[in-house]
């Protein structure tokens, strides 16, 4: 029998062997901060690919080396972590899955303390790897120092800086790419009225903050050419009065169907410190039904779902196109093959070295 969550989805020609992904999830993990993916990363991945997913994520990729979110995140600026990471695209290729990057600006969320070990707060200092972030305008995070305002010299390099990174990541034989529009870095920064008071053509209206976005999307596109599916992530909601809401979400995903991005990934929040969030079980479900209503374009889902019936639920009741699994893939790389297995869907991918696990 089919499961929905089983079906293959196909974007611009790509095929993809079912609707539950990795999303991106950062490491921290590149000790020597060059940016160039470890063992660590190929091991991580390469499980993740193992466990029967459609797509695996690499997590947000620092297109510039200001744009790393901390000192120890991937980067794809130069060729040498280019090469490194064609080692992980062969490997995911190998399990079967499709590969994809979060391509990534930090904005003035950058140079912060990796998420994992000692973290003294605040911004990193120089003598540990840290630098000066910029972003739209001089309104700092909460707890971290006040960034550089990006003048227009500056926009036009972050927008090559995505260009780059985005020919390096197809060169590595990524299948899929997706722009980090969300939880409160660089592009999502200029998408909100809280960190973006800019008074050019990149502040004010919808229209100006999403100017930023949208041209990084066309020129990737120009760069990329026409057969490689891209996705944008953003967050539906600051959860926080003024800010970017689920309407100017809903408007900004039909704009980015109009420039060719294939699917939206909906999560929520990130640029506000200390906001009440309602965290439950698919708590970010419903923007996602939202924005696939409005817009007409494939979402992906995340957020607590953990489940595998509430995964097929999601996919069969049509509330979402794919389901991303985070947290709980850490927990569990074969998430994919146990919810195969509690759907009773005998998955022809399932490793057969794994099998007597699953009789
Ligand atoms: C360790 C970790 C790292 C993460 N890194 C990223 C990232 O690089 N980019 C991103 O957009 N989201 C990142 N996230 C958010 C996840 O992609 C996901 O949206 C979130 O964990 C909610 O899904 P879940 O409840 O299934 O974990 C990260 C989450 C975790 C737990």
């Not at 227009?152 to 800086?161: E, K, N, T």
């Not at 490689?228 to 704009?255: F, K």
């Not at 509690?342 to 998955?347: H, S, V």
């Amino acid at each position: 029998m089919t499961r929905a969550v089983f079906d293959p989805i196909t974007l611009r020609g790509l095929e993809i062997r079912n609707r539950l992904w990795i999303p991106p999830m950062c490491q921290y993990a590149v000790d020597a901060q060059d940016g160039v993916p470890t063992d660590w990363h190929l091991m991580h991945l390469g499980s993740l690919a193992r466990g029967g997913a459609g797509v695996v994520t690499v997590e947000a990729t620092g297109v510039t080396p200001e744009g790393r979110i901390s000192p120890q995140d991937l980067g794809l600026w130069n060729d040498a972590q280019r090469d490194a990471l064609s080692r992980i695209t062969d490997l995911i290729h190998a399990q079967g899955a499709q590969a994809a990057i979060q391509l990534a600006h930090a904005g003035r969320k950058a140079s912060t303390w990796r998420a994992w070990g000692p973290r003294p707060g605040g911004n990193v200092p120089a003598e540990h790897g840290g630098w000066q972030s910029v972003g739209p305008s001089e309104i700092p995070f909460d707890g971290l120092e006040a960034p550089e305002a990006l003048d227009a010299a500056g926009i036009d390099a972050v927008v090559a800086g995505f260009v780059a990174a985005a020919r390096r990541a197809v060169d590595a034989g990524f299948d899929l790419l997706e722009l980090h529009g969300a939880h409160g870095y660089l592009l999502h920064e200029f998408l909100s009225p809280l960190s973006n008071d800019r008074t050019d053509e990149y502040g004010g209206s919808l229209e100006n903050r999403a100017r930023l976005l949208l041209r990084v999307v066309d020129a990737v596109r120009a760069e990329v050419g026409e057969a490689v599916p891209m996705i944008v992530r953003l967050s539906a909601t600051d959860w926080a009065e003024g800010g970017w809401d689920l309407p100017q979400t809903e408007t900004l995903s039909s704009w980015l169907g109009a420039h060719g991005v294939d699917l939206i990934s909906i999560s929520s929040g990130g640029n506000v410190a200390d906001v009440q969030i309602p965290v439950g079980p698919g708590y970010q479900l419903p923007f996602a039904s939202a924005v696939r209503r409005s817009s007409g374009l494939p979402v992906a889902a995340v957020g607590m779902i953990d489940d595998p019936f509430q995964a097929e639920q999601i996919v069969a009741l049509d509330q979402a196109d794919v389901v991303l699994v985070g947290r709980e893939s850490l927990r569990d790389p074969n998430f994919p093959i146990r919810t195969a297995d509690a759907l009773r869907y005998d998955m022809p991918y399932k490793p057969g070295p794994y099998e007597r696990a699953y009789r």
